[in-house]
């Protein structure tokens, strides 16, 4: 069990290009999620998987957002025509929803994303 | 929404010196978590904790769902205690997605 991996750690980017960000969770864990976190806040929602099927988007993930889990494991999360407001850090979860639904949570490093 | 109210916003202890946290929600949960953000920014999963009372260490923590709210505590304080303390919960019946307050932000002193 290695934990949630993120890559890349790091993304600079200019206004207006796409930016792809990729999620490995825990192995054996069938949910995903996706987080925001901009400085000095809690982490915000943007969506989550169970196996491959994305079954809740926030209001926050606008049509330039998409994310996918082909396969049930990792996930990837795209932003197109990036804005200076996307600028934060991009935080992936992952946890095992079983019969006893005592759910926990586990975050990797993020990827902290600079729109210039 | 739910709202997730943590306080105190700000925190700065002495090492040796004792703490509580507290988290506040509006609504009733099925699932409360807390998680420490490291200064690296790393969210570890400290306590799953709905209902009922933890221990793991110098940290506890105890939920009292029926007056939702739930305190965090961390004894013997130590600098690498630093960072950010998040409470995050899932209203019960309501969408999946776990609900982050806007954090204790503790700083142990040497």
């Known amino acids: 069990d290695t934990g949630v991996s993120q890559d890349p750690r790091h993304k600079i980017t200019k206004r207006g290009q796409n930016v792809t960000f990729r999620c490995d969770p825990i192995s054996e864990h069938n949910r995903l999620y996706w987080y925001r976190q901009t400085l000095g806040q809690g982490p915000e929602f943007l969506t989550y998987f169970q196996n491959e099927a994305q079954l809740e988007k926030s209001r926050l993930l606008s049509d330039r957002f998409s994310a996918e889990r082909p396969k049930g494991s990792f996930s990837t999360l795209e932003i197109q025509r990036t804005e200076q407001g996307d600028s934060a850090m991009y935080l992936c979860a992952s946890s095992f929803l079983g019969g006893a639904a005592n759910e926990k949570l586990f975050f990797g490093s993020g990827t902290q994303l600079s729109v210039l | 929404g739910i709202q997730v109210e943590q306080s105190p916003p700000d925190l700065i202890l002495q090492e040796g010196a004792n703490s509580t946290l507290r988290c506040n929600f509006s609504d009733s949960v099925n699932n409360l978590q807390w998680f420490h953000q490291n200064p690296w920014g790393q969210l570890i999963n400290l306590f799953y904790?709905?209902?009922g009372t933890k221990q793991n260490g110098r940290l506890s923590a105890t939920t009292v769902a029926t007056e939702r709210y739930s305190l965090l505590y961390i004894s013997s304080s130590q600098t690498t205690d630093s960072g950010v303390y998040f409470c995050a919960i899932r209203r019960q019946g309501g969408s999946e997605k776990l609900v982050f307050g806007k954090g204790t932000k503790l700083t142990v002193n040497p």
């Open positions: 904790i709905p209902s």
